[in-house]
């Protein structure tokens, strides 16, 4: 492993040690247990939005996809599996193709973090050494999954030192022993829709206490 990417887990390592300390302070706990929610639901038993008109819509879930602009075609390969569904689901996707030129970047990503309800976070050396990554983005949505607000969903793409890393502490969507880049074209597509299914079937946030 060269210095670079050293560099990069040692800043992501302290970064979640420090968010682990001030929550098991604050709240005498673990960051990654997860309080369960009731589930309030129609009499019919939809969860479903109702509107005036009768019709239903499924509430919206807003999901975050974090990843090295060295994976963007993995990131291009889980959008076109979510295509097919976020109309149905309700899912609503950022990622950093969204933003335009000439605009504020930063506050965007910021806000885009603070709204989101899951996140995917596409795991690979590269991903480990981005020092935007682990001291931008990776705190904000530390932080919100301490308060519940947020799920992180980890997919391994590549392989890297995701076990030895404290975001090992989330279950990964796929085995980290076998990533993503090394499955055949086939099983790499299973994995995807197990990550779309998986992001389904996170309750909506109007569904929660």
């Not at 990503?109 to 931008?136: E, K, P, R």
Request: glycine share 6%.
């Amino acid at each position: 492993m060269n210095i670079t990417n050293m560099t990069g887990v040692h800043l992501l390592q302290g970064t979640v040690l420090r968010t682990l300390g001030t929550i098991e302070n604050t709240h005498g706990g673990n960051i990654f247990s997860q309080k369960r929610s009731e589930q309030r639901m129609k009499p019919d038993g939809n969860s479903s939005t109702e509107i005036n008109s009768g019709e239903r819509v499924t509430p919206h879930k807003q999901v975050f996809l974090c990843y090295s602009r060295k994976d963007l075609r993995y990131a291009q390969r889980l959008r076109v599996h979510l295509a097919s569904c976020q109309q149905t689901s309700g899912l609503i996707i950022w990622d950093d193709s969204q933003l335009q030129a000439g605009s504020l970047w930063k506050i965007e990503v910021a806000s885009a973090l603070a709204t989101a309800h899951v996140a995917v976070l596409l795991i690979s050396a590269d991903f480990l050494a981005s020092s935007f990554i682990t001291t931008f983005e990776l705190p904000r949505l530390l932080n919100a999954a301490q308060s519940g607000g947020t799920r992180i969903f980890p997919v391994v793409v590549h392989p890297c030192l995701f076990e030895e890393s404290p975001l090992a502490a989330f279950q990964a969507v796929n085995n980290p022993a076998r990533p993503l880049s090394l499955l055949p074209s086939s099983a790499r597509e299973q994995i995807w829709v197990s990550v779309v299914r998986t992001l389904i079937h996170v309750p909506s946030p109007q569904a929660s206490l």
